[in-house]
C-alpha cells in the first residue's frame, strides 16, 4: 500500500476503501457457503426453515469476531438468541428470487411439538433480493424474551390463527404480506437498558430504556392499525421518564450561590420518534 503524503492521500484511501470492500466481500461469501451447507441439514423447524447445527453456530458466531460494518445484523441476531437459546433457534431458509437467508425462529415449544412460531430471517450475502423477512404462524400472546426480564428483552405478540410473511427488501417499502390467512399482525419490541445511572452530588443523571417496537397489520386498517407502525423511544418504567437529570448550581458556584439565586434545571423528558405507513414522521420530548 503506498505511503500517506499530501501528493498520494487520494490514492491510500482508495487502496483502504477496496480493502474493505474486498474484506467484506470474503465474509459475505463465507456467510454464504455457511447458509448453504446449513439448507442440507436434516433437522426442519417450521414449513421451509432448517436448524442449525451446534457446529454450524460455532461457526456463525466466529464469523462475525471481530465484526465488521457488513455483519452487525447477525450480532445483533446472535444477541437475541443467547436470551434464550432453546427457543430462540438459529437456521437458515431460501425464499423464490431471495438470496439465502439466515432466520432466528421463536418457539414456544420444542420443534417437534409446534403450535406457534414467529421467524425473522435475514439476506444478506449471495444472489438474489437481499433484506429482510418477518414471518408469523399461529397465535403468541404477550411473550417476554427473558421472561424474568433483564438489561436486554424481546417481546413478541401476535393475534389469533394470524398467518403471513412480510419479506422487506433493503430501501424498499413495506407491502402487504404473502400468504396471509386471515386478520391478524404481529408486534415486535426490544428494550435494551443502558445502565446510565450516576449521581456526584452536584449533578444527577437516569437514563432509561431505549424501546423499539415494530407492528405489522393485515388488512390495514388505518389510522388505529396501519399496515406497519415503528416507534423508536427513550423511557423509563412506570410512568418514569427516559432521561432525568438535575444540577444543583447554588453548590456548584460555591460562595456565588449564596449570592444569585438561581433555579437548578431539572430535565424530564422521554423523546419518541414514530413512524407509520401514510403518515408524516412524528417525533415528541415527552413531559418535561
Known amino acids: 500500500m503506498a505511503t500517506a503524503t499530501p501528493d498520494t492521500i487520494g490514492t491510500v484511501l482508495t487502496q483502504l476503501l477496496t480493502a474493505a470492500a474486498d474484506a467484506a466481500r470474503d465474509g459475505g461469501d463465507r456467510l454464504g457457503d455457511l447458509l448453504e451447507e446449513a439448507e442440507g441439514a436434516p433437522e ?3 414449513d421451509d426453515i432448517r436448524l442449525f447445527a451446534e457446529q454450524q453456530l460455532d461457526r456463525l458466531k466466529q464469523l462475525v469476531n471481530p465484526p465488521d460494518w457488513w455483519n452487525l445484523l447477525v450480532i445483533a441476531l446472535l444477541a437475541i438468541h443467547e436470551l434464550d437459546p432453546d ?3 438459529v437456521g437458515t431458509c431460501q ?3 431471495w438470496a439465502r437467508m439466515l432466520t432466528l425462529t421463536y418457539l414456544p415449544a420444542t420443534p417437534d411439538a409446534v ?3 414467529v421467524t425473522l430471517g435475514l439476506a444478506l450475502t449471495g444472489d438474489g433480493q437481499h433484506g429482510s ?3 408469523i404462524n399461529g397465535a403468541l400472546d404477550g411473550v417476554q424474551i427473558p421472561s424474568g426480564g433483564g ?3 424481546v417481546g413478541i405478540a401476535t393475534d389469533p390463527g394470524g398467518t ?3 419479506l422487506i427488501p433493503f430501501g424498499g417499502p413495506v407491502t402487504a404480506p404473502k400468504g396471509a390467512d386471515g386478520t391478524g399482525g404481529v408486534r415486535l419490541s426490544v428494550a435494551l437498558t443502558p445502565g446510565l445511572d450516576q449521581d456526584v452530588g452536584v449533578a444527577r443523571l437516569s437514563v432509561g430504556k431505549v424501546r423499539l417496537e415494530l407492528a405489522l397489520r393485515y388488512p390495514a386498517q388505518p389510522p388505529d392499525h396501519p399496515l406497519w407502525r415503528l416507534s423508536v423511544g427513550l423511557s423509563g ?4 421518564p427516559g432521561l432525568d437529570a438535575e444540577l444543583d448550581l447554588q453548590s456548584l458556584l460555591g460562595p456565588l450561590g449564596s449570592i444569585v439565586a438561581l433555579s437548578p434545571p431539572d430535565i424530564r423528558y422521554s423523546p419518541r420518534l414514530l413512524l407509520a405507513a401514510d403518515e408524516s414522521p412524528q417525533f415528541t420530548l415527552g413531559p418535561s
Open 44 to 46: 426442519r423447524l417450521v
Open 87 to 89: 427457543h430462540l433457534l
Open 95 to 97: 425464499v423464490p428470487d
Open 115 to 117: 403450535q406457534a412460531s
Open 133 to 135: 423477512m418477518i414471518r
Open 151 to 153: 438489561p436486554l428483552t
Open 164 to 166: 403471513a410473511t412480510w
Open 237 to 240: 418504567d412506570g410512568g418514569q
